[in-house]
Protein backbone atom coordinates (compact mmCIF):
# COMPACT_ATOMS: atom_id res chain seq x y z
CA UNK A 1 0.00 0.00 0.00
CA UNK A 2 3.00 2.50 0.20
CA UNK A 3 2.43 5.33 -2.16
CA UNK A 4 -1.09 4.46 -2.89
CA UNK A 5 -2.58 4.45 0.91
CA UNK A 6 -0.05 6.68 2.61
CA UNK A 7 -2.18 7.27 5.42
CA UNK A 8 -2.70 4.23 6.83
CA UNK A 9 -0.03 2.91 10.02
CA UNK A 10 0.58 -0.35 11.11
CA UNK A 11 -2.93 -1.60 10.50
CA UNK A 12 -5.21 1.21 11.78
CA UNK A 13 -6.59 4.30 9.91
CA UNK A 14 -4.63 7.36 10.68
CA UNK A 15 -6.72 9.71 13.25
CA UNK A 16 -8.66 6.53 13.94
CA UNK A 17 -9.23 4.22 16.53
CA UNK A 18 -10.87 1.11 15.05
CA UNK A 19 -8.54 -1.20 12.57
CA UNK A 20 -8.75 -1.32 8.86
CA UNK A 21 -10.32 -4.85 8.66
CA UNK A 22 -13.47 -3.34 10.07
CA UNK A 23 -14.20 -0.59 7.29
CA UNK A 24 -15.47 -1.16 3.74
CA UNK A 25 -16.27 2.07 1.38
CA UNK A 26 -20.12 3.47 0.90
CA UNK A 27 -19.49 6.25 -0.32
CA UNK A 28 -17.62 7.49 -3.97
CA UNK A 29 -17.42 10.80 -6.03
CA UNK A 30 -18.47 9.41 -9.93
CA UNK A 31 -15.03 11.29 -11.29
CA UNK A 32 -13.00 8.76 -9.72
CA UNK A 33 -10.38 6.97 -11.75
CA UNK A 34 -9.33 3.04 -10.68
CA UNK A 35 -6.38 1.86 -9.69
CA UNK A 36 -5.17 -1.11 -8.41
CA UNK A 37 -4.11 -1.50 -4.54
CA UNK A 38 -2.21 -3.99 -2.63
CA UNK A 39 -2.22 -5.01 0.60
CA UNK A 40 -0.04 -6.60 3.12
CA UNK A 41 -3.01 -8.10 4.60
CA UNK A 42 -5.01 -9.53 1.42
CA UNK A 43 -4.06 -11.63 -1.43
CA UNK A 44 -6.66 -9.52 -3.34
CA UNK A 45 -7.46 -6.39 -5.51
CA UNK A 46 -9.03 -3.67 -5.08
CA UNK A 47 -9.74 0.35 -5.88
CA UNK A 48 -8.69 3.45 -4.93
CA UNK A 49 -10.14 6.58 -5.95
CA UNK A 50 -8.17 9.86 -6.67
CA UNK A 51 -9.85 12.87 -7.40
CA UNK A 52 -8.82 16.08 -6.66
CA UNK A 53 -9.70 18.30 -3.98
CA UNK A 54 -11.30 14.97 -2.39
CA UNK A 55 -11.08 12.43 -0.01
CA UNK A 56 -8.57 9.27 -1.34
CA UNK A 57 -10.70 5.67 -0.67
CA UNK A 58 -9.08 2.24 -1.38
CA UNK A 59 -10.67 -0.70 -0.69
CA UNK A 60 -8.76 -4.33 -1.08
CA UNK A 61 -11.33 -6.63 -1.09
CA UNK A 62 -12.32 -9.15 1.54
CA UNK A 63 -9.44 -6.99 3.44
CA UNK A 64 -8.79 -3.65 4.07
CA UNK A 65 -10.82 -0.22 3.27
CA UNK A 66 -9.19 3.26 4.00
CA UNK A 67 -10.98 6.46 3.69
CA UNK A 68 -8.03 9.04 3.48
CA UNK A 69 -8.81 12.45 5.27
CA UNK A 70 -12.36 11.55 4.69
CA UNK A 71 -15.74 12.54 7.17
CA UNK A 72 -16.74 9.79 9.43
CA UNK A 73 -19.93 9.44 7.46
CA UNK A 74 -18.27 8.27 4.50
CA UNK A 75 -16.98 5.43 6.06
CA UNK A 76 -19.21 2.43 7.53
CA UNK A 77 -18.58 -1.03 9.08
CA UNK A 78 -19.66 -3.63 6.80
CA UNK A 79 -18.57 -7.65 7.17
CA UNK A 80 -15.84 -8.86 5.22
CA UNK A 81 -17.09 -11.63 3.73
CA UNK A 82 -19.74 -9.36 1.84
CA UNK A 83 -16.51 -8.37 -0.52
CA UNK A 84 -15.12 -11.92 -1.16
CA UNK A 85 -16.14 -11.63 -5.42
CA UNK A 86 -15.39 -8.70 -7.77
CA UNK A 87 -19.51 -8.23 -8.29
CA UNK A 88 -19.46 -7.89 -3.90
CA UNK A 89 -16.83 -4.43 -4.48
CA UNK A 90 -18.90 -3.35 -7.50
CA UNK A 91 -22.18 -3.62 -5.13
CA UNK A 92 -20.06 -1.66 -2.59
CA UNK A 93 -18.48 0.77 -4.26
CA UNK A 94 -21.02 2.02 -7.35
CA UNK A 95 -18.39 0.56 -9.93
CA UNK A 96 -18.88 -1.32 -13.07
CA UNK A 97 -14.89 -2.35 -13.36
CA UNK A 98 -15.79 -6.12 -13.38
CA UNK A 99 -12.60 -8.41 -13.37
CA UNK A 100 -13.97 -11.31 -12.10
CA UNK A 101 -17.54 -12.78 -11.01
CA UNK A 102 -16.12 -15.26 -8.68
CA UNK A 103 -13.64 -16.17 -6.46
CA UNK A 104 -12.82 -19.50 -4.76
CA UNK A 105 -10.51 -20.44 -1.91
CA UNK A 106 -9.57 -24.43 -1.90
CA UNK A 107 -7.83 -25.82 1.24
CA UNK A 108 -6.52 -29.18 -0.78
CA UNK A 109 -5.29 -29.79 -4.31
CA UNK A 110 -7.99 -31.83 -5.13
CA UNK A 111 -10.52 -29.04 -4.87
CA UNK A 112 -8.29 -26.54 -6.76
CA UNK A 113 -8.27 -28.94 -9.28
CA UNK A 114 -12.19 -29.52 -9.40
CA UNK A 115 -12.68 -25.55 -9.21
CA UNK A 116 -10.58 -25.30 -12.19
CA UNK A 117 -12.01 -27.93 -14.40
CA UNK A 118 -15.67 -26.84 -13.14
CA UNK A 119 -15.69 -23.63 -13.58
CA UNK A 120 -18.42 -22.19 -16.07
CA UNK A 121 -16.01 -20.20 -17.86
CA UNK A 122 -12.60 -18.93 -17.86
CA UNK A 123 -10.54 -19.71 -14.58
CA UNK A 124 -6.85 -18.64 -13.39
CA UNK A 125 -4.97 -19.33 -10.52
CA UNK A 126 -4.03 -16.61 -8.06
CA UNK A 127 -1.85 -16.60 -5.30
CA UNK A 128 0.30 -13.39 -4.48
CA UNK A 129 -1.13 -11.48 -7.47
CA UNK A 130 1.55 -9.20 -7.44
CA UNK A 131 1.30 -9.64 -11.12
CA UNK A 132 -1.65 -10.92 -12.01
CA UNK A 133 -3.55 -8.41 -10.59
CA UNK A 134 -1.84 -5.22 -11.79
CA UNK A 135 -2.40 -7.29 -15.07
CA UNK A 136 -6.05 -7.52 -14.86
CA UNK A 137 -6.42 -4.05 -13.80
CA UNK A 138 -4.41 -1.94 -16.22
CA UNK A 139 -5.89 -4.21 -19.08
CA UNK A 140 -2.73 -6.58 -19.93
CA UNK A 141 -4.74 -9.63 -19.10
CA UNK A 142 -8.58 -10.09 -20.38
CA UNK A 143 -11.02 -10.79 -17.34
CA UNK A 144 -11.67 -13.63 -16.19
CA UNK A 145 -14.67 -15.39 -14.63
CA UNK A 146 -13.22 -17.55 -11.60
CA UNK A 147 -10.11 -16.70 -9.66
CA UNK A 148 -8.86 -19.59 -7.43
CA UNK A 149 -6.72 -19.34 -4.75
CA UNK A 150 -4.23 -21.05 -3.85
CA UNK A 151 -2.41 -19.60 -0.86
CA UNK A 152 -4.63 -22.32 1.65
CA UNK A 153 -3.86 -25.11 0.18
CA UNK A 154 -2.33 -27.38 2.17
CA UNK A 155 0.06 -29.25 -0.08
CA UNK A 156 1.77 -25.84 -1.42
CA UNK A 157 2.84 -24.56 1.90
CA UNK A 158 5.20 -26.65 3.48
CA UNK A 159 9.13 -26.37 3.71
CA UNK A 160 10.80 -29.47 4.67
CA UNK A 161 12.85 -32.24 4.36
CA UNK A 162 11.15 -35.21 2.13
CA UNK A 163 13.82 -38.11 1.79
CA UNK A 164 17.26 -36.53 0.27
CA UNK A 165 15.54 -33.55 -0.73
CA UNK A 166 14.30 -29.87 -0.15
CA UNK A 167 10.32 -29.90 -0.92
CA UNK A 168 9.08 -26.24 -0.78
CA UNK A 169 5.90 -25.08 -1.44
CA UNK A 170 4.79 -23.17 -4.67
CA UNK A 171 2.16 -20.71 -2.32
CA UNK A 172 5.05 -20.16 0.06
CA UNK A 173 5.98 -16.03 0.10
CA UNK A 174 9.39 -15.04 -0.46
CA UNK A 175 9.52 -13.70 3.24
CA UNK A 176 9.29 -17.09 4.52
CA UNK A 177 11.80 -18.65 2.56
CA UNK A 178 14.67 -15.92 3.57
CA UNK A 179 13.37 -16.64 7.36
CA UNK A 180 13.82 -20.29 6.56
CA UNK A 181 16.67 -22.65 8.45
CA UNK A 182 16.33 -25.28 5.95
CA UNK A 183 16.43 -23.20 2.75
CA UNK A 184 19.69 -21.36 4.50
CA UNK A 185 21.26 -24.54 5.14
CA UNK A 186 20.55 -26.06 1.86
CA UNK A 187 20.10 -23.44 -0.83
CA UNK A 188 21.65 -20.05 0.03
CA UNK A 189 21.44 -19.17 -3.32
CA UNK A 190 17.49 -19.17 -2.88
CA UNK A 191 17.90 -17.38 -0.01
CA UNK A 192 19.26 -14.67 -1.66
CA UNK A 193 17.18 -14.29 -4.69
CA UNK A 194 13.97 -14.22 -2.58
CA UNK A 195 15.68 -11.22 -0.24
CA UNK A 196 15.78 -9.13 -3.02
CA UNK A 197 12.05 -9.15 -4.93
CA UNK A 198 10.35 -6.48 -4.74
CA UNK A 199 9.90 -4.47 -0.89
CA UNK A 200 8.85 -6.23 2.16
CA UNK A 201 5.28 -6.08 1.19
CA UNK A 202 5.79 -7.71 -1.94
CA UNK A 203 7.79 -10.53 -0.22
CA UNK A 204 5.12 -11.12 2.08
CA UNK A 205 2.33 -11.65 -0.22
CA UNK A 206 4.38 -12.88 -3.34
CA UNK A 207 4.92 -16.66 -4.04
CA UNK A 208 7.95 -19.04 -5.53
CA UNK A 209 5.31 -20.31 -7.49
CA UNK A 210 3.89 -17.18 -8.83
CA UNK A 211 7.51 -16.13 -9.35
CA UNK A 212 8.30 -19.03 -11.53
CA UNK A 213 5.01 -19.66 -13.14
CA UNK A 214 5.32 -15.77 -14.61
CA UNK A 215 8.46 -17.51 -16.59
CA UNK A 216 10.24 -14.07 -16.83
CA UNK A 217 14.08 -14.93 -18.06
CA UNK A 218 15.56 -12.66 -15.44
CA UNK A 219 13.16 -13.80 -12.54
CA UNK A 220 15.15 -14.29 -9.39
CA UNK A 221 13.48 -16.71 -7.83
CA UNK A 222 13.66 -19.09 -10.85
CA UNK A 223 17.07 -18.10 -11.82
CA UNK A 224 18.36 -19.27 -8.34
CA UNK A 225 16.58 -22.85 -8.22
CA UNK A 226 17.63 -23.43 -11.93
CA UNK A 227 21.26 -23.13 -10.55
CA UNK A 228 20.15 -25.32 -7.65
CA UNK A 229 18.48 -28.22 -10.32
CA UNK A 230 14.89 -28.03 -8.76
CA UNK A 231 12.82 -29.88 -10.37
CA UNK A 232 8.82 -29.04 -10.35
CA UNK A 233 5.99 -31.29 -9.32
CA UNK A 234 2.29 -30.79 -10.83
CA UNK A 235 -0.71 -31.69 -10.53
CA UNK A 236 -3.69 -32.44 -13.08
CA UNK A 237 -7.27 -33.45 -12.40
CA UNK A 238 -6.31 -35.81 -15.49
CA UNK A 239 -2.88 -37.43 -14.99
CA UNK A 240 -2.53 -36.90 -11.05
CA UNK A 241 1.02 -35.60 -10.14
CA UNK A 242 4.20 -35.63 -12.19
CA UNK A 243 7.54 -34.51 -11.55
CA UNK A 244 10.23 -32.56 -14.66
CA UNK A 245 13.10 -30.73 -14.39
CA UNK A 246 12.18 -27.05 -13.84
CA UNK A 247 13.67 -26.04 -17.14
CA UNK A 248 10.81 -27.75 -19.57
CA UNK A 249 7.94 -25.38 -17.76
CA UNK A 250 9.14 -22.44 -19.99
CA UNK A 251 8.28 -21.34 -23.27
CA UNK A 252 9.11 -17.82 -23.48
CA UNK A 253 8.83 -14.69 -21.69
CA UNK A 254 5.63 -14.85 -19.70
CA UNK A 255 4.82 -18.18 -21.23
CA UNK A 256 4.85 -21.58 -19.61
CA UNK A 257 4.05 -25.01 -20.46
CA UNK A 258 1.13 -25.58 -17.61
CA UNK A 259 -2.18 -26.41 -18.68
CA UNK A 260 -5.14 -24.86 -18.04
CA UNK A 261 -6.28 -28.03 -15.60
CA UNK A 262 -3.06 -28.15 -14.31
CA UNK A 263 -1.14 -27.03 -10.68
CA UNK A 264 2.19 -26.00 -9.79
CA UNK A 265 2.38 -27.69 -6.25
CA UNK A 266 5.86 -26.77 -5.21
CA UNK A 267 9.82 -27.88 -5.73
CA UNK A 268 11.90 -30.64 -4.75
CA UNK A 269 15.99 -29.65 -4.27
CA UNK A 270 19.19 -31.78 -3.45
CA UNK A 271 19.99 -31.17 -0.29
CA UNK A 272 23.56 -29.84 0.34
CA UNK A 273 26.25 -31.81 0.83
CA UNK A 274 29.93 -31.63 2.12
CA UNK A 275 32.17 -29.28 -0.12
CA UNK A 276 29.10 -27.98 -2.23
CA UNK A 277 27.42 -24.57 -1.94
CA UNK A 278 26.19 -21.86 -3.56
CA UNK A 279 25.77 -18.20 -4.55
CA UNK A 280 23.03 -15.32 -6.00
CA UNK A 281 24.19 -11.93 -7.30
CA UNK A 282 21.99 -9.28 -9.02
CA UNK A 283 22.83 -5.64 -10.91
CA UNK A 284 19.45 -3.38 -10.22
CA UNK A 285 18.87 0.30 -10.93
CA UNK A 286 19.14 2.41 -7.60
CA UNK A 287 15.62 1.93 -6.18
CA UNK A 288 16.32 -1.22 -5.36
CA UNK A 289 12.89 -2.77 -6.12
CA UNK A 290 13.07 -3.06 -9.92
CA UNK A 291 13.72 -5.65 -11.95
CA UNK A 292 16.78 -6.75 -12.30
CA UNK A 293 19.68 -5.62 -14.94
CA UNK A 294 21.56 -8.70 -14.62
CA UNK A 295 20.94 -11.82 -12.13
CA UNK A 296 23.37 -14.88 -12.02
CA UNK A 297 23.45 -17.98 -9.57
CA UNK A 298 25.97 -20.59 -9.17
CA UNK A 299 26.29 -23.75 -7.55
CA UNK A 300 29.22 -25.79 -7.76
CA UNK A 301 31.19 -28.91 -5.78
CA UNK A 302 34.56 -28.48 -4.81
CA UNK A 303 37.23 -31.31 -4.53
CA UNK A 304 40.06 -29.88 -2.95
CA UNK A 305 41.36 -27.18 -4.80
CA UNK A 306 39.56 -28.34 -7.96
CA UNK A 307 35.92 -27.97 -9.01
CA UNK A 308 34.34 -30.99 -9.29
CA UNK A 309 30.72 -29.93 -10.63
CA UNK A 310 29.40 -26.90 -11.56
CA UNK A 311 25.74 -25.19 -12.36
CA UNK A 312 25.16 -21.63 -13.68
CA UNK A 313 22.21 -19.54 -14.47
CA UNK A 314 21.99 -16.10 -15.72
CA UNK A 315 18.80 -14.07 -16.44
CA UNK A 316 17.99 -12.17 -18.85
CA UNK A 317 20.49 -14.19 -21.36
CA UNK A 318 17.38 -15.21 -23.70
CA UNK A 319 13.84 -15.70 -23.66
CA UNK A 320 13.46 -18.49 -21.02
CA UNK A 321 15.81 -18.72 -18.08
CA UNK A 322 19.03 -19.93 -19.12
CA UNK A 323 22.07 -22.45 -18.00
CA UNK A 324 25.06 -22.14 -19.16
CA UNK A 325 25.81 -25.40 -20.08
CA UNK A 326 28.97 -24.81 -22.68
CA UNK A 327 30.50 -23.24 -20.10
CA UNK A 328 29.98 -25.51 -17.09
CA UNK A 329 31.55 -27.91 -19.30
CA UNK A 330 34.67 -25.53 -19.17
CA UNK A 331 35.40 -25.45 -15.05
CA UNK A 332 34.08 -29.44 -13.96
CA UNK A 333 37.26 -31.26 -13.21
CA UNK A 334 39.67 -27.93 -13.43
CA UNK A 335 41.54 -26.04 -11.17
CA UNK A 336 39.89 -22.89 -10.17
CA UNK A 337 41.97 -20.31 -11.60
CA UNK A 338 41.94 -17.01 -13.48
CA UNK A 339 42.85 -18.92 -16.87
CA UNK A 340 39.96 -21.56 -16.72
CA UNK A 341 37.48 -18.38 -15.14
CA UNK A 342 38.65 -16.21 -18.35
CA UNK A 343 37.80 -19.09 -20.74
CA UNK A 344 34.65 -19.57 -18.83
CA UNK A 345 33.42 -16.71 -19.27
CA UNK A 346 34.68 -16.68 -23.22
CA UNK A 347 32.19 -19.55 -23.55
CA UNK A 348 29.48 -17.99 -21.96
CA UNK A 349 29.03 -14.85 -23.27
CA UNK A 350 29.60 -16.17 -26.91
CA UNK A 351 25.89 -18.35 -26.07
CA UNK A 352 24.05 -15.77 -24.33
CA UNK A 353 21.34 -14.00 -25.89
CA UNK A 354 21.39 -10.48 -24.47
CA UNK A 355 19.38 -8.01 -25.59
CA UNK A 356 18.81 -4.40 -25.06
CA UNK A 357 16.13 -3.45 -22.78
CA UNK A 358 14.85 0.52 -22.84
CA UNK A 359 14.48 0.81 -19.91
CA UNK A 360 16.81 -1.04 -17.96
CA UNK A 361 19.99 -1.87 -19.85
CA UNK A 362 21.55 -2.11 -23.47
CA UNK A 363 22.73 -5.43 -24.56
CA UNK A 364 26.59 -4.54 -24.36
CA UNK A 365 26.04 -3.03 -20.98
CA UNK A 366 25.22 -6.20 -20.28
CA UNK A 367 27.85 -8.28 -21.32
CA UNK A 368 30.04 -5.99 -19.68
CA UNK A 369 28.72 -6.48 -16.27
CA UNK A 370 27.92 -10.13 -16.72
CA UNK A 371 32.16 -10.72 -16.23
CA UNK A 372 32.29 -8.89 -13.38
CA UNK A 373 28.92 -10.84 -11.93
CA UNK A 374 30.28 -13.94 -13.22
CA UNK A 375 33.92 -13.67 -11.08
CA UNK A 376 32.15 -12.22 -8.27
CA UNK A 377 29.72 -15.31 -7.98
CA UNK A 378 31.94 -17.88 -8.52
CA UNK A 379 34.28 -16.54 -6.12
CA UNK A 380 31.48 -16.11 -3.29
CA UNK A 381 30.22 -20.23 -4.17
CA UNK A 382 34.02 -21.40 -4.32
CA UNK A 383 34.29 -20.11 -1.01
CA UNK A 384 31.30 -21.35 0.96
CA UNK A 385 32.29 -24.58 -0.08
CA UNK A 386 35.55 -24.84 2.03
Same mark, same amino acid.
Given at each position: ? =??? #????????? +??????????????????? $???? #?????????????????????????????????????????????????????? &????????? /??????? $??????????????????????????????????????????????????????? =??????????????? @????????????????? #???????? %????????????????????????????? &??? @??????? !??? +??????????? $?????????? @???????????????????????? %????????? @? /?? !????????? %??????????????????????????????????????????? &????????????????? %???????????? /?????
Amino acid at each position: M =RGL #CSEVRHGRI +VNETAPISNYKIVKHSPQR $KPYL #CHSPLSMLGGTIQKNKGRPYTAGPIGSVVVARNAPRRQVEKRPVEKCHSQQGLN &QITGTDMTL /WQQYLQP $KTVTEALDALAHSPESALLIAGGTDLLLDLDQGRHPPVHTLVDVNSVREMLPIEI =RGDELFIGASVPHSN @IVASSLVAEHAQALIEA #CNLIGGPQ %VRNTATLGGNVAHALPAADGTIALMALNA &QAE @IASSSGG !ARR +VPLKEIFLGPG $KNTLAKDELL @IGFYLPLKRKSQASAFERIMRPQG %VALPIINMA @I /WL !ARDQDQIAD %VRIAVGPAGPKPWRASSAESILRGRSFDEKTAARTLELLLQDA &QFRTSPRRASADYRRHL %VSILFKDTLQVA /WNRAL
